[in-house]
Nanobody, 116 residues
Framework: QVQLVESGGGLVQAGGSLRLSCATSGITLRLWRVGWYRQVPGKEREMVAFIPAGSDLTNYADSVKGRFTISRDNLSNTVFLQMSSLKPEDSAVYYC?????????WGQGTQVTVSP
């Protein structure tokens, strides 16, 4: 059974940092595309960052480039999102995702709130 469990969310002041973690189980992490998405009420879920399967290349939404860093540890099967210089508009529920071909798996999400 594939499971993704996010942690690390919370309340932080603007300009601060947070590190999100996504513990995965039931998959060989390096074979899957992994990523982070976020969603605020009333809006569609948007891509924040992802790493393609079998690659170390990273991809980011323009809104987070230079501030966020995605990484993965294939030994511990964990995906990370280091977030720095946080802004109030970064506030959202952040979801970890894993994709293999057409199969998408999501975590339960973790809330990030950035105060002005």
């Amino acid at each position: 059974q594939v499971q993704l469990v996010e942690s690390g969310g919370g309340l932080v002041q603007a300009g601060g940092s947070l590190r999100l973690s996504c513990a995965t189980s039931g998959i060989t992490l390096r074979l899957w595309r992994v990523g982070w998405y976020r969603q605020v009420p009333g809006k569609e879920r948007e891509m924040v960052a992802f790493i393609p399967a079998g690659s170390d290349l990273t991809n980011y939404a323009d809104s987070v480039k230079g501030r966020f860093t995605i990484s993965r540890d294939n030994l511990s099967n964990t995906v990370f999102l280091q977030m720095s210089s946080l802004k109030p508009e970064d506030s959202a529920v952040y979801y970890c995702s894993a994709v293999l071909s057409t199969r998408w798996v999501w975590g339960q999400g973790t809330q990030v709130t950035v105060s002005p």
